[in-house]
């Protein structure tokens, strides 16, 4: 089944320590993105990928790193999360970002 | 850069009312235009895109918006709604010109359904 996967779905994590949300997807898009959806904000991009290797700011990258070192694969990663990153956090990928398919989503907590 | 609109933050409409969604977005030339729709619970699913050529454009679920360059709106409609049309729904626009490598997207609109 043609998917983006999200892990972990929930997590709920203490200001500082380091975490991974990791993404997945098995439908060898070269373009992928995570966005981050708040209250009355809607979806903000944080960072996106045309293809391995190559990952560009979104609209709100601070705080955040990624990395693409495969095809497949476009981890979140957050150094030293503080409680403003609280938020729900989704992946997609796309052949292009013209129509682009999004995961379930991973709603993250930050105390 | 580019910009959208919903003016709309929640709308409520019967079961078998039609539906319209407004969606105004801001850009220098003629955008890339999407609809997006997010179930309780669940991540976003393309409704229905516009790039080119004809105004109106049909999507899934038997839903369709028009391209208004007069008015810069991409307003989403749907004769008759269903209680599982009920979800949060996001006007996209995308940057042609820029090698559309990201979509803004708008504050969303929720939907309620009463019977």
């Known amino acids: 089944e043609a998917q983006v996967t999200q892990n972990p779905r929930y997590l709920i994590t203490v200001t500082g320590k380091k975490l991974t949300v990791t993404c997945s997807q098995n439908?060898?898009?070269?373009?992928m993105s995570w966005y981050r959806q708040d209250p009355g904000l809607g979806l903000r991009q944080i960072y996106y990928?045309?293809?391995?290797?190559?990952?560009d700011k979104g609209d709100v990258p601070e705080g955040y790193k990624v990395s693409r070192k495969e095809k497949r694969n476009f981890p979140l990663i957050l150094e030293s999360p503080s409680p403003n990153q609280t938020s729900l956090y989704f992946c997609a990928s796309g052949t292009s970002p013209d129509e682009q398919f999004f995961g379930p989503g991973t709603r993250l907590t930050v105390l | 850069a580019q910009s959208v609109t919903q003016p709309d933050i929640h709308i409520t409409v019967s079961e078998g009312a039609s539906l319209e969604l407004r969606c105004n977005y801001s850009?220098?030339?003629?955008?890339?235009l999407f609809w997006y729709v997010q179930s309780p619970g669940q991540g976003l699913q393309l409704l229905l895109k516009y790039f080119s050529g004809d105004t109106l454009v049909q999507g899934i679920k038997g839903f369709e918006a028009e391209f208004k360059r007069s008015q810069s709106s991409f307003n989403l409609r749907k004769p008759s709604v269903h209680w599982s049309d009920a979800a949060e729904y996001f006007c996209a626009v995308g940057a042609p010109n820029f090698g559309n490598e990201k979509l803004t997207f708008g504050t969303g609109t929720r939907l309620t359904i009463i019977p």
């Open positions: 439908m060898n898009h070269e373009y």
């Open positions: 850009y220098g030339a003629t955008p890339y």
């Open positions: 990928s045309m293809n391995v290797e190559v990952t």
